[in-house]
C-alpha cells in the first residue's frame, strides 16, 4: 500500500532558530534602545533651544542667534557671577527668553555710579569690553540682593531691559531656566559661550 503525502502530517521536522541572526537583531535592538536614552537625556539637561532676542547681549550674542540652555547646572549648583543666564521675566510664562550676564549673586550690593558697575563697594571686573553706563536706573542707589535673587545686566549695556529696570528688578532663581552655554547662528559663527 502506497502512502499518502496528503494532509497533516506531524512529521515534519522543526524549523532551527537561527541563534546568530537572532542575537544580532536583540544586538541593534538594545543598541537602538541605549541610543534613545541617550538622546533623550542629552536634550532634556542640555538642549533646550532658544534665541537671542534683541541687542541686549552683542557683542557677545546677536540678535536671532540660536543658543542651547543647560537646565541641570542650576540644579546641582548656583549661577556665579560672569555667567550668562536665560530667564523668564517675573516668572511670565508668556514672555520671551532673556538673555542676560548674572552681575551680583545673593548677599551683594550693587550700585552704578559714574559709569560703572560696583559690587560690595569694588569696581567690577567686566569679562567683556563694555561701554560706560548712561542710565544707572534703579541701580543708581545701592541695591541689595536678597536670598535667591540675582542682578543681571545685558553686554550691550545702553540697549539692554536688565535688572536697572522696575519691569525686571532683581532675577529670583526660580525664574532662572538654566545657563546660555553653547551659541551658533551660521556654521562659521558658533562656539562655547563665555
Not at 39 to 55: D, E, I, K, L, P
Not at 111 to 135: F, H, M, P, R
Amino acid at each position: 500500500m502506497a502512502r499518502r503525502n496528503s494532509g497533516l502530517n506531524f512529521r515534519k521536522r522543526r524549523r532551527k532558530i537561527n541563534i546568530p541572526l537572532l542575537k544580532e537583531i536583540l544586538f541593534w535592538v538594545v543598541e537602538i534602545a541605549i541610543v534613545i536614552v541617550i538622546a533623550y537625556v542629552m536634550v532634556s539637561f542640555f538642549g533646550h533651544r532658544t534665541s537671542v532676542v534683541g541687542q541686549a547681549m552683542e557683542t557677545t550674542l546677536e540678535n536671532g542667534e540660536q543658543i542651547l540652555v543647560n537646565e541641570f547646572v542650576y540644579k546641582l549648583t548656583s549661577p556665579k557671577s560672569g555667567d550668562v543666564v536665560v530667564f523668564l521675566p517675573n516668572g511670565n510664562e508668556k514672555s520671551h527668553y532673556y538673555v542676560r550676564r548674572v552681575i551680583g549673586i545673593p548677599g551683594d550690593t550693587v550700585q552704578i555710579k559714574n559709569g560703572a558697575v560696583y559690587v560690595n563697594g569694588t569696581l567690577y571686573e567686566e569679562k567683556t569690553d563694555v561701554a560706560s553706563i548712561e542710565d544707572a536706573g534703579m541701580a543708581e542707589d545701592e541695591i541689595k540682593l536678597g536670598d535667591g535673587e540675582y542682578f543681571v545686566l545685558g553686554d550691550n549695556r545702553n540697549s539692554s531691559e536688565d535688572s536697572r529696570y522696575a519691569n525686571i528688578g532683581n532675577v529670583k532663581e526660580d525664574y532662572i531656566v538654566g545657563k546660555a552655554w553653547f551659541s551658533f547662528k551660521s556654521i562659521s559663527h558658533m562656539g562655547f559661550i563665555d
